[in-house]
């Protein structure tokens, strides 16, 4: 990931969405964010538009297929351009037709600025993959307030 200054929550997440369908669908449309997110096509679009401003060159836009592809040179700026993003957003509650409301991660993508922004934005903050107790404990620290399921 990039070193671009903080973004709000919801403006990272939406970043973060636009690069794991480019990168492992091989398409991002406004429609698509606009179910993500619930929110006009206006909206995604101006999203769209403000994340080629902060990451020129990762995506082009096709006309054939009405959307964005990733560039041949994608580097990703707002995600780690993992399979995993993708296949935990598949497997998520939810999904592209659904607004964001959680996050679920692993405790090595996450920190205590992280947790505290996606709780001043309402999100409820899942964390997987807690190997020990010591790793148990400091995400209770930083906030983690509901058990693991």
């Not at 903080?6 to 179910?35: K, M």
Request: charged share 25%.
């Amino acid at each position: 990931m990039s070193d671009i200054a903080p973004l709000p929550w919801d403006t990272l997440a939406r970043y973060r969405l636009i690069e794991i369908l480019a990168l492992w669908e091989g398409r991002v449309a406004s429609s698509q964010l606009g179910r993500a997110f619930d929110i006009g096509r206006q909206q995604a679009q101006k999203v769209l538009k403000q994340y080629r401003e902060l990451a020129p060159g990762n995506l082009v836009y096709d006309e054939s297929r009405k959307g964005f592809i990733p560039a041949d040179d994608f580097s990703p700026s707002f995600s780690r351009g993992r399979v995993e993003e993708y296949l935990h957003l598949l497997g998520s509650d939810h999904q592209l037709d659904c607004p964001f409301a959680g996050l679920g991660l692993g405790a090595a993508d996450t920190d205590a600025g992280f947790i505290e922004q996606a709780q001043a934005n309402d999100l409820l903050v899942n964390v997987y993959t807690i190997n020990g107790e010591d790793d148990m404990q400091m995400l209770l620290d930083w906030g983690r307030e509901c058990p693991l399921q």
